[in-house]
């Protein structure tokens, strides 16, 4: 009896951000996620703070769920009949007046009107994230298309324990960035270092262009089970497109049964 195989054809928009516009932002984007749409993919992934940049020393930089920027991701979605994701500045509902920091949310929409929220774990102290941003703590796991999806943010591909705690449950890791230039080689590596450690896809996607006051070089990938580069990117704007199944994931996972040894 053969084993049922689900399909999912991805797509990672490698885009520039204008500083702290979200409309701008907006315009930009909604012609790439149609044009990924056109393309066949059922879900489209943005960057990090897709709407605002990196902007850490905002301090008025949240809205509420809800508020523009998932709402244009809901709206791409529901509109186009795919899934869309990308991270936005959210305050929690209940934010005090002595802190309005938001959380770094990573939204993904679902055609149906379906919101998940991972609220990144790991804010990157070194760039002052977790001054102007609070932690989350929670990991999640969305099914799309019957693969099992696991969104992490940006700093978080630093930490394996968190990519291990899920990797059970997981078909594909989402890991949309910020990641600067010159750190680049990290990035590229720890990329392919999650993939082959939990025997799963791992799209990384990263912005390029000027923000704050540092350069962004891209060097989005798409990554397979097996640590092959199934796309890559270099430093301009550009859309990654992959056919990610469920049998390549059982294949890896049955062929070098790795997960299993763990202890």
Request: contains cysteine.
């Amino acid at each position: 009896m053969t084993e049922h195989t689900e399909e999912l054809r991805v797509a990672a928009l490698q885009h520039d951000i204008v500083w702290n516009d979200r409309e701008a932002n907006f315009t930009r984007l909604a012609p790439m996620i149609a044009a990924a749409v056109g393309a066949g993919a059922g879900l489209v992934l943005c960057t990090e703070t897709f709407s605002t940049g990196f902007a850490v020393d905002e301090p008025d930089l949240g809205e509420p769920e809800g508020g523009p920027s998932s709402s244009f991701l809901a709206d791409q979605a529901a509109s186009h009949g795919v899934w869309v994701g990308g991270t936005c500045p959210e305050l929690p509902a209940d934010a005090s007046d002595d802190d309005r920091r938001p959380y770094n949310s990573f939204v993904l929409a679902g055609p149906d009107g379906t919101v998940h929220r991972y609220r990144k774990i790991h804010p990157f102290t070194f760039g002052g994230e977790d001054k102007s941003f609070r932690a989350g703590n929670e990991l999640i796991t969305v099914d799309i298309g019957g693969l099992r999806v696991s969104p992490l943010v940006c700093y978080d591909l630093r930490f394996a324990d968190e990519f291990w705690q899920l990797a059970a449950q997981t078909d594909v890791y989402l890991v949309p960035a910020n990641w600067p230039e010159k750190r680049r080689l990290h990035w590229q590596v720890l990329l392919q270092a999650r993939a082959i450690e939990n025997q799963a896809y791992v799209v990384g996607v990263n912005r390029v262009g000027e923000g704050g006051r540092l350069s962004y070089c891209g060097d989005s990938r798409i990554v397979d089970p097996g640590g092959e580069l199934l796309a890559t990117a270099a430093g301009s704007e550009t859309m990654l497109l992959a056919d990610l199944s469920t049998a390549r994931v059982a294949e890896a996972r049955d062929h070098f049964r790795f997960l299993q040894d763990r202890r």
